[in-house]
T-cell receptor, first 115, second 115 residues
């Protein structure tokens, strides 16, 4: 069964350091997402990406965040200068079709701990 | 603004007992509604979804959910819980703004199953 894969599963970093979280979406999917879940809180939408550009981003997704699909298979989330409050589980997701009708498939998440 | 509320943060049921997890949503139009499950160390897996039509929807693993517009609810049910159902359950509403297909999640309900 096709799946979304994420690496690393857990990363510990020092405040102020750059972090890149990597995702390999399902191969024939066209819409890509990052969500995050701070411990004990809701899963929150960060950004959606289609046709090599951001289609929507949340208030959380400020200038410290960026996304990229560098090679047609990977989909990365970069945090330029991490803050303590960036500690969270980050989920990548992808879907084949537009809107709600295609199922959204999630990866297992990357846990980021900022010290 | 769209929002999802799961009133129960933690529920414990005995194996074989019935289960109902509550979900209330706030959304201006006809909502797209989802239930996801997250087992420890796993990603979010879609249990079922409601778009339109029959208000009682069947999902995987023996789960069902009923959409009640008058109550703005989409409660998840299972007639007989198995120990393997212990997990975290998330209700979500699809925000179709700009057709980006993003989801807005509730806070989640942790289900514990007693032997």
């Amino acid at each position: 069964e096709p799946e979304v894969t994420q690496t690393p599963s857990h990363q510990v970093t020092q405040m102020g350091q750059e972090v890149i979280l990597r995702c390999v979406p399902i191969s024939n999917h066209l819409y890509f997402y990052w969500y995050r879940q701070i411990l004990g809180q809701k899963v929150e939408f960060l950004v959606s990406f289609y046709n090599n550009e951001i289609s929507e981003k949340s208030e959380i997704f400020d200038d410290q965040f960026s996304v990229e699909r560098p090679d047609g298979s990977n989909f990365t989330l970069k945090i330029r200068s991490t803050k303590l409050e960036d500690s969270a589980m980050y989920f990548c997701a992808s879907r084949r079709g537009q809107g709600m009708h295609g199922e959204l498939f999630f990866g297992e998440g990357s846990r980021l701990t900022v010290l | 603004a769209q929002s999802v509320t799961q009133p129960d943060i933690h529920i414990t049921v005995s194996e074989g007992a019935s289960l109902e997890l509550r979900c209330n949503y706030s959304y201006g139009a006809t909502p797209y509604l989802f239930w996801y499950v997250q087992s420890p160390g796993q990603g979010l897996q879609l249990l079922l979804k409601y778009f339109s039509g029959d208000t009682l929807v069947q999902g995987i693993k023996g789960f069902e959910a009923e959409f009640k517009r008058s109550q703005s609810s989409f409660n998840l049910r299972k007639p007989s819980v198995h120990w393997s159902d212990a997990a975290e359950y998330f209700c979500a509403v699809g925000a179709n703004s700009g057709n980006t297909g993003k989801l807005i999640f509730g806070q989640g309900t942790t289900l514990q199953v007693k032997p």
